[in-house]
C-alpha cells in the first residue's frame, strides 16, 4: 500500500466518522474534494490549480440549478400544484426549467474551458464520471443513515 492511499483511507475514515456525528456542507465538501482528488489522481500542482477553478464552478451551479429549481418549485407550490397551473403557467415554467439546463450547461462548457491547461482532457472525462459516483455514494450513505440500508 503506497502511502497516498494511506492518507487518504485516513481521510474518508475522518470524513465517514463526520458524517456519523453531524451531516453538514464542510464536510460534505471535505469528502468530495478528496473523492475528486483521488479519482482524478491530481498532482499537487494540478490540485492548486484545478480546486478554485472548480469551487467556482460549483458555486455558480449551485446558484443555477438548486436555487433557480427552488424558486420555480415554490412558485408552483404557491399555485396550488401543478394541476392548478393554467397551460399557459405550465408553458412558462417549462420555459424557465430548459433555460436552467441551457445555463447548466454554459456552465459546464465555462468549467472546460477554465480546466483547459489544468488538467487533461482524459481527467475531464474521469471529473463527470467522479462527480456520478461521489453523489451515488452521497446518496447511499444518507439512506443508509436513514435506516434504509436495502434501498443501496
Not at 474518508?12 to 468530495?32: C, E, P, S, W
Amino acid at each position: 500500500m503506497n502511502i497516498k492511499k494511506f492518507i487518504f483511507g485516513i481521510l474518508l475514515f475522518t470524513v465517514f466518522m463526520g458524517f456519523a456525528q453531524r451531516n453538514d456542507n464542510d464536510k460534505i465538501k471535505a469528502y468530495k474534494t478528496a473523492f475528486i482528488t483521488d479519482a482524478l489522481e491530481l498532482t499537487s500542482d494540478e490540485a492548486e490549480k484545478f480546486w478554485p477553478v472548480y469551487n467556482a464552478y460549483e458555486k455558480e451551479y449551485q446558484k443555477i440549478k438548486i436555487a433557480k429549481t427552488r424558486q420555480i418549485f415554490r412558485k408552483i407550490r404557491a399555485a396550488g400544484g401543478v394541476d392548478k397551473l393554467s397551460n399557459a403557467e405550465a408553458d412558462t415554467i417549462l420555459e424557465e426549467f430548459l433555460e436552467i439546463d441551457v445555463k447548466v450547461a454554459e456552465a459546464k462548457e465555462k468549467l472546460k474551458k477554465d480546466l483547459t491547461g489544468v488538467i487533461s482532457a482524459k481527467k475531464m472525462i474521469k471529473l463527470i464520471s467522479a462527480e456520478q459516483n461521489f453523489n451515488k455514494e452521497l446518496l447511499k450513505r444518507f439512506r443508509n443513515r436513514a435506516g434504509n440500508p436495502e434501498r443501496n
